[in-house]
């Protein structure tokens, strides 16, 4: 405010990622947020693995990290707590997952009531759990898919926001179908983030409305093999 | 064979539809294979109820017709024997479910083995079971769709034939979204039953390999609201 010529800061909404790998999708949001008159910015990248190369990813970008261990905390409790005190202290107002392979417990889900974002490479609630897309390959689905949703206590249980399909073809290896949904991660996970900061959703039982801007819809379908 | 003039019969594929309801489906796999060159031919349609809707449909395309009666036999495998008694009664080789809202046991499945199939309006294994429209739109999900399957001992579990997805709009009512499920059932049902009739279909484990025609695939998209 006392600098005329700074971004105006407090229109943007401060989020925090939390992975436990690589971090494709933190790089797929990092690039969407770090786009001219992105409405959400972010503040800070958490991991509960030192190693984690989304932690990497972050220090590129110059956006600050940090660790919390499991094996530093008695519980989950506290595990759960030491994330909260790490998000606040960046004063983080929405919360992504990128592959943040830990349950969320109740400290995370009262300090950040229906603000904690996940992806999930399945379309929901088909394949939830660990490796969907293998789920997905196994099972012989043709139409596969990701979910981003609102975390809540189950295992990738919460409230649908947005949702993108890909077809499997039959020579599909579970690699091939994992580079396909990947490849959707980064489209729909932007996307949903960007209206969650802006507003735009309301959540009713289990589902999610959105205010959508003009042409826009929180589906994807990308027949390309 | 003893009539040169007649249609070449033993190539077109003999099908009973079992139905229970209206038998939307059933109009369109008569439309299908009442077409130029339908490798298969459906010979009759059974209900386990005198007024399913699909019996007078069936009539009005001059297909023959019997009625099951649950009441009529002292336990499920009576009813199934009785079915498979008058599916080859008519020489049946595949059976379509269209709508039966019997479970199918061991005598059918021995009766036909990997030559049932069966649609269900939802992508499985999500939402199986009875209303998989309802099912999907109270859940809140984005995309929701219709399956093919060849039919095993559980309910919708069976191997994966064809699948097609359509989106869920934010302003859509159940009725709303189980029609656009149904457009798509017509689409992929008589698609299905082509190539399984063809003899293109292999099973392993629970996949299914298809020896597709050229420019074909075993999924869908119809962004259609």
Redesign the interface.
């Known amino acids: 405010m006392s600098d005329p010529g700074a971004r105006s800061l407090p229109e943007v909404a401060r989020v925090g990622v939390l992975a436990s790998g690589g971090g494709t999708n933190l790089a797929a949001l990092i690039e969407a947020t770090t786009a001219q008159g992105s409405p959400a910015r972010i503040v800070v990248v958490g991991a509960d693995r030192p190693r984690a190369g989304a932690l990497q990813r972050a220090r590129a970008a110059q956006i600050p990290t940090f660790v919390v261990l499991k094996r530093d905390h008695p519980d989950r409790r506290g595990f759960d707590r030491a994330l909260v005190e790490q998000l606040r202290a960046h004063h983080v107002e929405w919360v992504c997952l990128a592959g943040f392979m830990k349950r969320i417990g109740p400290p995370m889900l009262d300090a950040f009531p229906s603000r904690i974002l996940n992806i999930h490479p399945a ?5 939830p759990g660990l490796d969907g897309q293998g789920q997905a390959h ?6 596969a ?1 990701c979910t981003v949703h609102l975390v809540d206590a189950g295992t990738d249980t919460g ?2 926001v ?2 993108g ?1 890909v ?2 073809l ?1 020579g599909d290896t579970e690699h091939n179908l994992q580079q396909r949904i990947l490849r959707m991660e980064h489209t729909i996970y932007p996307a949903a983030l960007r209206w969650a900061v802006e507003g735009r959703l309301t959540v009713e ?6 205010d ?1 801007p003009e042409g826009e ?3 994807w ?1 990308d ?1 390309t093999p």
Chains 1, 2 share one sequence.
């Open positions: 379309l929901l609630p088909a394949f196994r099972h012989g689905v043709r139409i898919g409230p649908i947005a949702q399909a077809p499997v039959q039982d289990r589902r999610v409305h959105i959508l819809a929180p589906w379908f027949p």
